[in-house]
């Protein structure tokens, strides 16, 4: 049930996407993906480190809960050559994330397109949801596979404004980009 806030009883935020050219396809199951190996390694005889064997050896500097959840869905049409999140092109986007300085949030990310994108994120770690608790991996770079949802807390630490895009170059450039605004006025969105 979603309030007048746009968030879910359960805190999570309510999720509509554009759909259109630049959506080929929406995951219609997707599933937490850190404990299989990366494409073109699922049969190689010698071991490959997962996401889910990772661990910080420091315990994370922040271990609040997140006070609430952004979904983001990784779009895409390979065969008009279109790539996006949420369904639009970082030309299309009206503006930056809102962000709260010091603000816990859970990003899940969906990759509804067929194929990994490495998502990099500027000015900030996150820490990846694998199931360790306090010792999290830690980490600015995460590939998401196919069909994967996956989630990162992250503590809104630089104020400014940030971009996090897909690291495939020609997937950035065609759109696959977008920004969060870390301040500190005390709006949230």
Same mark, same amino acid.
Request: net charge negative; aromatic share 6%; glycine share 8%.
């Given at each position: ?8 009883? +359960? @805190?999570?935020?309510? *999720?509509? !996407? ?16 850190? =404990? ?9 005889? *010698? ?12 315990? %994370?500097? +922040? ?7 952004? &979904?983001? =869905?990784?779009?895409? %049409? ?13 030309? &299309? ?15 899940? /990310? ?6 990994? !994108?490495?998502? =990099?994120? *500027? @000015?900030? /770690?996150? #820490?990846?949801?694998? @199931?360790?608790?306090? %010792?999290?991996?830690?980490? !600015? ?6 069909? &994967? ?7 809104? #630490? ?6 996090? *895009?897909? !690291? ?11 920004? /969060?605004?870390?301040? +500190?006025?005390? &709006?949230?969105?």
């Amino acid at each position: 049930m979603t309030g007048m806030d746009g968030a879910a009883a +359960d @805190g999570m935020q309510t *999720h509509e !996407h554009v759909m259109g050219p630049g959506v080929a396809s929406v995951a219609a199951n997707p599933v937490n993906r850190l =404990h299989e190996r990366p494409l073109g390694l699922e049969n190689e005889p *010698h071991r490959v480190l997962v996401y889910t064997e990772l661990r910080s050896l420091a315990p %994370n500097p +922040d271990q609040r809960a997140p006070g609430r959840e952004l &979904e983001l =869905h990784l779009t895409a %049409n390979m065969e008009r050559y279109m790539w996006s999140f949420d369904g639009l092109k970082f030309s &299309e986007v009206t503006g930056p994330i809102p962000l709260q300085l010091n603000e816990r949030v859970r990003l899940t /990310f969906v990759n509804d397109s067929m194929m990994p !994108h490495p998502v =990099h994120l *500027h @000015g900030m /770690f996150f #820490d990846v949801v694998n @199931g360790e608790t306090a %010792n999290k991996p830690r980490k !600015h770079t995460l590939v998401i596979k196919p069909g &994967e949802k996956v989630s990162v807390d992250l503590t809104a #630490d630089a104020l400014g404004e940030w971009a996090f *895009h897909c !690291h495939l170059l020609y997937h950035m450039s065609a759109g696959m980009m977008r920004t /969060f605004l870390v301040s +500190d006025t005390g &709006e949230q969105s």
